[in-house]
């Protein structure tokens, strides 16, 4: 492997005290910008960002064929994660439009609305597990309100995400789980897209209505394409924005000095969900190699698999001054959480507008809060989640 170095380490699987990913992910970075890990079937792993964002915009060579490392040829489809160009932008055309600023704008008094009945519920109690609570309820509620579905069906989703979550360590009993929840949510999509089809609603606030009358190459989406978009977009506004708010109250919680930073000044909260973005990047993402290929010296084969390590690449030192400590009001802050190429996450302005709102509104309600437990908080990997947050306050 010439001076990248040959480890076996397991991303997804290890369970450690919170911040101790970003710690072991520093020091793989550091020690090797690519490696070739062996864990699996084996893979190649970029560190540095400017690794991840050179392999992420050749997609002639890296392409999006399986996004996750561990698994080279899935059972499943993210569409339209799995389209390279330039048959991508065509699916992602009417996402774009859908999931644009200025659509978002129009769903962030619902947003708010929401962020203050989930706060509300719970803030009477002077404590709650932040993960299962408001962790679990808010990003629902506004995957149901930008998708146009009434809230009552936000129980059924989170069941379905929560068995879904585990499926990127590639195990088999995680994708078996998976596929299982996979199959309740698009069984559900399959149903409403036919309900929309016979019967339609206004396509400017039903979603499915709206992707069913969209177009692609002159022609109508096939079903199959229609739901395996709703059910990519359904697991990826709900999990990780789930895991992402977590790591925003739990900086907030343990580091109080920014906390008060925040609420003395609040228009500083949009910058300082940009560094949590960053400083606790949370999913990684991967490539299929199409051709042999010499990549800054590494020998990489058709058919291997080549994670971009995104959340090492977010805390590159070459990238930022200070890179692995947290910064609230750094800037400039060009990161590459949401990605670095046209499949840049279709859902980041959504994601930020909740994030932004989910942080002005809790603090709003609960100014003063602290970690309730003297045990280490714990977090796994993969996608990089704190398994509970456990929170308390005055009332």
Same mark, same amino acid.
């Given at each position: 492997?010439? +001076?990248?170095?040959?480890?076996?380490v397991? @991303?997804?699987?290890?369970? =450690?005290?919170?911040?101790?990913?970003?710690?072991?992910i520093?020091?793989?970075? *550091? *020690?090797?910008? %690519?490696?070739?890990n062996?864990?699996?079937?084996?893979?190649?792993?970029?560190n540095r960002?400017?690794?991840?964002?050179?392999?992420?915009?050749?997609?002639? !060579?890296?392409?999006n064929?399986?996004i996750?490392?561990?698994?080279?040829?899935?059972?499943?489809r993210?569409?339209?994660?799995?389209?390279?160009?330039?048959?991508?932008?065509?699916?992602?055309?009417?996402?774009?439009?859908?999931?644009?600023?200025?659509?978002? =704008?129009?769903?962030?008094?619902?947003?708010?609305?929401? =962020?203050?009945?989930?706060?509300a519920?719970?803030?009477?109690?002077?404590? $709650?597990?932040f $993960?299962?609570?408001?962790?679990?309820r808010?990003?629902?509620? !506004?995957?149901l309100?930008?998708?146009?579905?009434? @809230?009552?069906?936000a129980?059924?989703? !989170?069941? #379905?995400?929560?068995?879904?979550?585990?499926a990127?360590?590639?195990?088999?009993?995680?994708?078996?789980?998976?596929?299982?929840?996979?199959?309740?949510?698009?069984?559900f999509?399959?149903?409403?897209?036919?309900?929309?089809?016979?019967?339609? @609603?206004?396509?400017?606030?039903?979603?499915?209505?709206?992707?069913?009358?969209? $177009?692609?190459?002159?022609?109508?989406?096939?079903?199959?394409?229609?739901?395996d978009?709703?059910?990519?977009?359904?697991?990826?506004s709900l999990?990780t924005?789930?895991?992402?708010?977590?790591? #925003?109250?739990?900086?907030?919680?343990?580091?109080?000095?920014?906390r008060?930073?925040?609420?003395?000044?609040?228009?500083?909260?949009?910058?300082?969900?940009e560094?949590?973005?960053? =400083?606790?990047? %949370?999913?990684?993402?991967?490539?299929?190699?199409?051709?042999?290929? +010499?990549?800054?010296?590494?020998?990489?084969?058709?058919?291997?698999?080549?994670?971009?390590?995104?959340?090492?690449?977010?805390?590159?030192?070459? *990238?930022?001054?200070?890179a692995?400590?947290? %910064?609230?009001?750094?800037?400039?802050?060009?990161?590459?959480?949401?990605?670095?190429?046209?499949?840049?996450?279709?859902?980041?302005?959504?994601?930020r507008a909740?994030?932004?709102?989910? !942080? *002005?509104?809790?603090?709003?309600?609960?100014?003063?809060f602290?970690?309730?437990? +003297?045990?280490?908080?714990?977090?796994h990997?993969?996608?990089?989640?704190?398994?509970?947050?456990? @929170?308390?306050w005055?009332?």
């Amino acid at each position: 492997m010439g +001076d990248y170095g040959t480890v076996e380490v397991d @991303l997804s699987l290890n369970v =450690a005290p919170a911040g101790s990913h970003y710690l072991e992910i520093d020091r793989l970075r *550091e *020690e090797h910008e %690519i490696y070739w890990n062996t864990y699996a079937q084996g893979y190649w792993v970029l560190n540095r960002a400017a690794h991840v964002r050179e392999a992420s915009q050749n997609p002639e !060579v890296f392409s999006n064929h399986s996004i996750v490392a561990t698994d080279p040829d899935p059972a499943y489809r993210f569409l339209p994660s799995f389209v390279d160009p330039p048959q991508h932008m065509k699916y992602r055309f009417p996402l774009n439009r859908w999931f644009s600023p200025p659509n978002v =704008a129009k769903f962030s008094p619902a947003l708010r609305e929401s =962020a203050r009945l989930t706060v509300a519920e719970i803030v009477a109690d002077g404590e $709650t597990d932040f $993960t299962t609570t408001f962790g679990d309820r808010f990003p629902v509620r !506004v995957f149901l309100t930008s998708m146009g579905q009434p @809230l009552e069906l936000a129980d059924f989703f !989170v069941s #379905c995400v929560r068995r879904m979550s585990g499926a990127t360590s590639g195990r088999p009993e995680d994708v078996e789980r998976m596929m299982g929840a996979w199959g309740d949510i698009a069984a559900f999509w399959t149903k409403e897209l036919a309900d929309r089809q016979a019967s339609p @609603l206004d396509p400017d606030t039903d979603f499915v209505t709206y992707l069913a009358q969209s $177009t692609i190459d002159g022609g109508p989406f096939t079903d199959q394409d229609m739901v395996d978009t709703l059910v990519t977009l359904t697991l990826g506004s709900l999990d990780t924005l789930k895991s992402m708010l977590s790591w #925003c109250i739990y900086h907030l919680a343990k580091f109080p000095e920014d906390r008060r930073r925040l609420l003395d000044d609040p228009s500083m909260i949009p910058t300082a969900v940009e560094e949590f973005l960053r =400083a606790y990047s %949370i999913v990684p993402m991967a490539r299929k190699v199409t051709q042999d290929v +010499d990549f800054h010296g590494c020998p990489m084969k058709k058919g291997d698999m080549v994670m971009l390590n995104i959340p090492a690449a977010a805390r590159d030192p070459h *990238e930022f001054v200070d890179a692995d400590k947290v %910064i609230i009001d750094r800037k400039p802050n060009r990161h590459i959480t949401f990605g670095a190429s046209e499949h840049r996450c279709v859902g980041s302005h959504l994601a930020r507008a909740e994030l932004v709102i989910a !942080v *002005e509104e809790w603090l709003k309600a609960i100014p003063d809060f602290h970690i309730a437990t +003297d045990e280490p908080l714990m977090a796994h990997g993969g996608q990089i989640s704190l398994m509970s947050l456990p @929170l308390a306050w005055d009332v």
